[in-house]
């Protein structure tokens, strides 16, 4: 789910880690023994890491590559069977995955315009000196606390429309049955994948902000500029690296809003939430197509890769410099 | 930043501050009355009574079994990754062997792949493995998903450890494996904290994985269960709430008694 943004984060510190490695095999292959060699671990200390991990996230990555080409029910007793192009031709004509790609695309990007300004105001509010702002971030922190299956629950309750906050304000919500339309579930998922995650993006932009040196607003002080200049001419472009790191997290962090949709609206009304992730679960482990279910994971994991691509070129973001530059 | 205080941020902080809080306020409150006073009552009245009945119902409906399930699925997966991550991160960091960088790079791949995109062939491994609706088969694949993250941890406060460190245990003769146990292992102390609180969160509020790889009640997980009794007791706000804070608490407890490692960790999990 945020495996993807983290290794964006990390790309920088992960590149270097790996030329130390390489220079390191060059010196041991021209310097055999000695003290450059002494104490140094061996491939073995590496090994029942790699081959754990291999075992289980590698090997089914390039298996859910072959499931897609077969027909498979998820019963033991008959294996999946190969059937060719059969999956993707049916992909290829299925409506529904039209409509979900363009509600996973919409969600991604009312996350993203939504949790970005938010976190960014209260991170550098945060960052603020005063004391008691240490409190209120130690309270942001609760929604951190509770996994997506808890904060789900917990807004579904609220928001029920018999026994929740809409019954008692009616004529706020109207007949209150929010998740019932499709514009209305969107947008409760939204608010409630806000609520969750931005507290985290809060802390990120709260740590950044305090790298800022204070010079340079005395400095625009002294120019003249006011609060708003100096937030839009200074804060925001020296919190550039930040805001992409976070909107990168963002939009892989989406692939989580499956527990929420999962949990309240199970895709509905009528496929109206059903995001790729959901979309496929329901194909898998509702109507038990796991093959077809395997193509709709391909293009999910084509979709992620050449989305993060895309952003990281048009951001610039693999030109960054140093590991901590987004944290 | 500027000494002036800013109102505009500080108005909104403060009504976003309210906008978490009022949810929070909201669950505590429901989930410490009876079912028939809610019902009466509304979810925003002042609190009236003080009754422990949700949590005891909570309970009686199994809750305990599915946080102990949690709980266990928590153990086992932050015992696998204390065994494979350390030894890992160490070779990374030290080992001059072009398999390992070859390893680490195979590792950065598996950053990429969000756990989504690979439940159906997992739940294919695990029920070949005859794993299917137990709380290892489940455990296994936890793990596995967090091993590169928690390696990259790792590494970065095992490469705070000064070379000559290092190179003092090497002329005085130590092998890797002392130096990793009475040098290395003690000054990553901070590292490996953040390592197990990562991995104990991804464990404890994972869904997917054990949604999809168990069945029977006497595996279901906490975060399982409460979707479980949002379908079947939907009408019953006070007590589905009351579960709601029963997984919260464990983790509430950690934030009281570690609180850097549970940023450094939640920083890890990123988006969760």
Redesign the interface.
């Known amino acids: 789910?945020?495996?993807?943004?983290?290794?964006e984060?990390?790309?920088g510190?992960?590149m270097r880690?790996?030329q130390n490695?390489?220079r390191?095999?060059l010196?041991?292959a021209g310097r055999p023994g000695g003290?450059?060699?002494?104490?140094?671990?061996?491939?073995l200390?590496?090994?029942?890491?790699?081959l754990?991990?291999?075992?289980?996230?590698?090997?089914?990555?390039g298996?859910?590559f072959y499931?897609s080409f077969t027909y498979?029910n998820?019963i033991?007793i008959s294996p999946?069977t190969f059937i060719g192009l059969d999956n993707w031709t049916r992909l290829s004509s299925d409506a529904a995955v039209g409509k979900s790609v363009t509600i996973t695309l919409l969600l991604v990007v009312l996350a993203v315009v939504t949790q970005v300004p938010?976190g960014v105001?209260?991170g550098?509010?945060?960052?603020?000196?005063q004391r008691f702002r240490a409190i209120?971030v130690a309270?942001?922190?609760?929604?951190?606390?509770?996994?997506?299956?808890?904060v789900?629950?917990?807004?579904?309750?609220?928001l029920?429309p018999?026994?929740?906050?809409p019954?008692?304000?009616p004529w706020l919500f109207g007949d209150g049955n929010l998740l019932g339309r499709q514009w209305s579930a969107v947008a409760v998922i939204v608010f409630i994948y806000l609520?969750?995650?931005t507290?985290?993006y809060t802390?990120?932009f709260q740590g950044a902000?305090r790298q800022i040196p204070?010079t340079i607003?005395q400095a625009a002080?002294i120019d003249g500029a006011g609060?708003i200049r100096?937030f839009f001419s200074i804060t925001i472009p020296q919190l550039r690296n930040t805001i992409i790191t976070v909107t990168i997290?963002?939009v892989?962090?989406t692939?989580?809003a499956?527990?929420i949709i999962?949990?309240l609206t199970r895709g509905g009304p009528s496929n109206g939430t059903a995001i790729l992730?959901y979309f496929?679960?329901e194909q898998?482990?509702v109507a038990f197509d796991?093959g077809y279910?395997?193509a709709i994971?391909v293009v999910?994991?084509v979709l992620?890769?050449a989305v993060?691509l895309v952003m990281v070129r048009v951001t610039g973001y693999d030109k960054m410099t140093g590991s901590q530059e987004g944290? | 930043?500027?000494?002036?205080p800013?109102w505009f941020?500080?108005t909104?902080?403060?009504g976003?501050?309210f906008?978490?809080?009022l949810?929070?306020y909201?669950?505590l409150r429901?989930s410490f009355e009876s079912q028939s006073a809610?019902?009466r009552n509304?979810?925003?009245a002042p609190p009236t009574e003080f009754v422990l009945d949700n949590f005891i119902a909570s309970f009686e409906m199994g809750f305990g079994r599915y946080l102990l399930n949690a709980g266990i699925i928590t153990v086992g997966t932050v015992a696998?990754v204390l065994?494979?991550?350390p030894?890992?991160a160490?070779?990374?960091v030290?080992?001059?062997?072009?398999?390992?960088?070859a390893?680490?790079?195979?590792?950065?791949?598996?950053?990429?792949?969000?756990?989504?995109?690979?439940?159906?062939?997992?739940?294919?491994?695990i029920?070949?493995l005859g794993l299917y609706d137990s709380l290892l088969g489940v455990i296994?694949?936890t793990?596995?998903?967090v091993?590169?993250?928690t390696?990259?941890i790792l590494?970065?406060s095992m490469r705070e450890i000064s070379g000559e460190l290092?190179?003092a245990?090497?002329?005085d003769g130590?092998?890797?494996l002392r130096?990793?146990f009475s040098m290395v292992l003690p000054l990553a102390k901070g590292g490996i904290a953040t390592v197990v609180v990562y991995t104990a969160l991804n464990a404890?509020?994972?869904?997917?994985l054990p949604?999809?790889l168990t069945r029977s009640p006497e595996v279901t997980v906490a975060?399982?269960g409460?979707?479980q009794?949002?379908q079947q007791f939907?009408?019953n706000?006070p007590g589905?709430?009351s579960?709601?804070v029963l997984?919260?608490i464990p983790?509430?407890i950690v934030?009281l008694f570690a609180r850097r490692a549970l940023?450094a960790g939640?920083?890890?999990?990123?988006?969760?």
């Not at chain 2, 930043?1 to 002036?4: E, L, P, Q, V």
């Not at chain 2, 404890?204 to 997917?208: C, E, Q, R, V």
């Open positions: 789910m945020t495996r993807l943004a983290i290794s984060r990390t790309s510190f992960a880690e790996a490695t390489d390191g095999g010196h041991a003290l450059q060699h002494a104490g140094r671990p061996g491939i200390w590496a090994l029942p890491a790699i754990y991990f291999a075992l289980f996230a590698l090997l089914p990555l298996f859910a499931l498979y998820g033991r999946p938010l105001i209260t550098v509010w945060a960052a603020g000196p209120v309270l942001y922190f609760i929604p951190l606390l509770m996994s997506t299956a808890a789900s629950v917990l807004w579904g309750s609220l029920d018999n026994f929740g906050i019954d008692a304000l609520w969750g995650a507290p985290l802390l990120i902000a204070v607003y002080q609060i100096q997290l963002i892989v962090g692939f989580t499956f527990d999962l949990i992730p496929m679960y898998a482990f796991l279910g395997s994971a999910l994991v992620a890769a993060s944290i | 930043m500027g000494t002036r800013n941020a500080g909104f902080a403060v976003w501050l906008v978490i809080l949810p929070v909201l669950m429901a809610y019902t509304g979810p925003l696998i065994v494979l991550v030894p890992l160490f070779a990374i030290r080992s001059r062997n072009r398999g390992v960088s390893a680490f790079r195979l590792l950065l791949v598996g950053l990429a792949i969000p756990a989504q995109v690979v439940v159906i062939p997992l739940y294919y491994l029920d070949s296994l694949p793990a596995a998903f091993i590169p993250l390696t990259l590494c970065g290092y190179e245990m090497a002329i130590a092998t890797p130096s990793f404890w509020n994972g869904f997917l949604l999809i975060t399982v409460l979707s009794f949002r939907s009408v706000i589905l709430l579960a709601v997984t919260i983790i509430f934030y940023i939640l920083m890890g999990v990123g988006g969760k």
